[in-house]
Each structure stands twice: as structure tokens, then as C-alpha cells.
Nanobody
Framework: QLQLVESGGGFVQSGGSLRLSCVASGFTLDHYAIGWFRQAPGKEREGVSCISSSGGSTYYADSVKGRFTISRDNAKNTVYLQMNSLKPEDTAVYYC?????????????WGQGTKVTVSS
């Protein structure tokens, strides 16, 4: 069964750091781009960052640019999100995601999320 599992969330003070991990099981990540999304209480889910299958291309939302770094270790089947200089507005549940086609059939997978709380 294909699955994504996030970990690394927690409680941190403003200015602190956390590193989130997204581990795949049931398939190898190295063929797929991976995205990180977050959803704050009462808000819609938003894209935070994504990384290409090779790791050569990355994207960051303006709100996290310069503070977050996405990376991947295909040998460990894991994608990371290093979050530095955290702010209270970064408080959210963070999810990783991948989507791809096999032939004409689309597939999309989400992890269960990991909660990040940043205190002021």
C-alpha cells in the first residue's frame, strides 16, 4: 500500500527551528515531485514548498522563502522541510503530497499531517 508519513512537528518558540520529514512506503519517491502543504486553523490548505524528482528544482511560497529549505534523500525515500526562524503564523498542520499519472489514471497521496505550533 502506498503511503506517506510525516513526522517532526512539535511546539517551538518564535525564532526556533524544526525539521519535518516525509517518508514514503510502498513506492520509491525518486520518480516523483513532492510538495509540502499546510493548513492553519480556520484557513484553507496552502502550498508551502515543492521539489522535483531529482531535487534540482524547488519552489517556495513567498511567506516562507529564505526561512524554509526543502530537500530530499532518495536513498532514504524521504523528503525534508527544514524550517528556520519560525513565526507564530507558521502554526499549522503540515502535509506532504505527491501526485502522478500511471497511464491515463491520476493518483494523489497525502500524509496524515504533522502539527507545528509556534508560540510568540
Amino acid at each position: 500500500q502506498l503511503q506517506l508519513v510525516e513526522s517532526g512537528g512539535g511546539f517551538v518558540q518564535s525564532g526556533g527551528s524544526l525539521r519535518l520529514s516525509c517518508v514514503a512506503s510502498g513506492f520509491t519517491l525518486d520518480h516523483y515531485a513532492i510538495g509540502w502543504f499546510r493548513q492553519a486553523p480556520g484557513k484553507e490548505r496552502e502550498g508551502v514548498s515543492c521539489i522535483s524528482s531529482s531535487g534540482g528544482s524547488t519552489y517556495y511560497a513567498d511567506s516562507v522563502k529564505g526561512r524554509f529549505t526543502i530537500s530530499r534523500d532518495n536513498a532514504k525515500n524521504t523528503v525534508y522541510l527544514q524550517m528556520n526562524s519560525l513565526k507564530p503564523e507558521d502554526t499549522a498542520v503540515y502535509y506532504c503530497n505527491t501526485h502522478f499519472f500511471r497511464g491515463p489514471t491520476p493518483y494523489e497521496y497525502w500524509g496524515q499531517g504533522t502539527k507545528v505550533t509556534v508560540s510568540s
